[in-house]
């Protein structure tokens, strides 16, 4: 809902978004490092692809009115990568970047499953993506907390016990109460879309 125009995704894997915008409407590209994977994407989606590098993007200045980069910038040096999505950008920039993990799972000795991915660099809070973003000369018009975890769900998922008929019990019991306590929603992602300011 946030593409204007045409879209470069940046980091573009196998294609499925720049396959969905093509079938959309909209004059898609995508770009990727694997030659592979852009190969398997060119015989198998719609819209154009390249191989190329994110640190230096092969397209003019202005080139796409929005450009996109979803669970790209958490792998690469995120500034460096977005200076150049700004500069290939008219209208537009998209960005999706793994949550940092809340307080409150930390303190439940829990993790994000994506901490787990030795090919992050870093994970982001709110505070941070926006930071990002605007230092990059963007002006931020939308965070939102995706693939958010159900505080609640999560707390009755984990009540175990050797004995199924105690442990379902105990299902019931906490489930009477928590369905009084509004469910808590922890995102496990920031989606972000901000608009370029052109003459900064």
Known sequence: RWVVGSALDVGCAT???????????HEA??????AELVAWARANRRG???????????YGDAAFDTVLAL?????????????????????????????????????????????ADPSHRRVYA???????????????AAVE?????????????????ARPWVERLAHRLVFKVLRHVPPTR?????LAYADVRRGI
């Open 15 to 25: 294609g499925v978004y720049v396959d969905r915008l093509a079938k959309a409407g």
């Open 48 to 58: 154009a692809f390249d191989v190329g590098d994110a640190e230096a993007l092969p």
């Open 29 to 34: 590209r995508g770009l990727d490092h694997s």
């Open 186 to 190: 922890i995102p496990s992602a920031w």
């Open 71 to 115: 669970d790209l910038l958490e792998h690469v040096d995120d500034e460096a990568v977005l200076a150049e999505i700004v500069r290939v950008a008219r209208r537009r920039v998209i960005v999706g970047v793994p949550a940092r993990t809340p307080s409150e799972l930390l303190g439940a000795g829990l993790l994000l499953g994506h901490h």
């Open 145 to 161: 907390g995706v693939g958010a975890v159900d505080w609640n769900g999560l707390l009755i998922r984990s009540i175990r016990h």
């Open 126 to 140: 709110r505070d941070d993506i926006e930071r990002l973003l605007e230092g990059s000369g963007l002006e931020v």
